[in-house]
């Protein structure tokens, strides 16, 4: 059985690749925080063999996301039930409007990794 999110191929010019986790510590269907040196923590989720990586902190108020319910590929937040959508970050339901940050997924030999924005 294959668990690996696809991997995605992409210029590394002008950010870091950052180490997440194995994609296996990922349950399927579901979400895991991963905190970083010097960076916010982020939620990596895994759909349908797909994985995404997203700010872990709800934009309306201080929750975790990876705490919250999966359903459909949105993610409910635990605070107010508010939702966004897990590949766009797009808010989805009140009281939630403020858009997520997303940040790419990159799969290689069962990793996790991301890009982040090199700071100036």
Do not use: W
């Amino acid at each position: 059985m294959n668990n690996a999110c696809p991997r995605t191929e992409a210029p590394v010019q002008s950010r870091t690749l950052i180490r997440l986790c194995k994609i296996e510590d990922i349950p399927e269907g579901s979400a895991l925080q991963v905190t970083l040196p010097e960076h916010a923590p982020l939620a990596v989720f895994r759909i349908a063999g797909e994985c995404f990586v997203t700010d872990d902190t709800c934009t309306h108020g201080n929750a975790s996301l990876s705490e919250g319910d999966i359903e459909d590929g949105l993610v409910i937040c635990p605070f107010h039930s508010g939702s966004f959508d897990i590949r766009t970050g797009e808010p989805v339901d009140r009281p939630c409007t403020k858009k997520l940050q997303t940040y790419e997924a990159i799969a290689d030999e069962g990793v996790l990794y991301t890009a982040l924005p090199m700071h100036e």
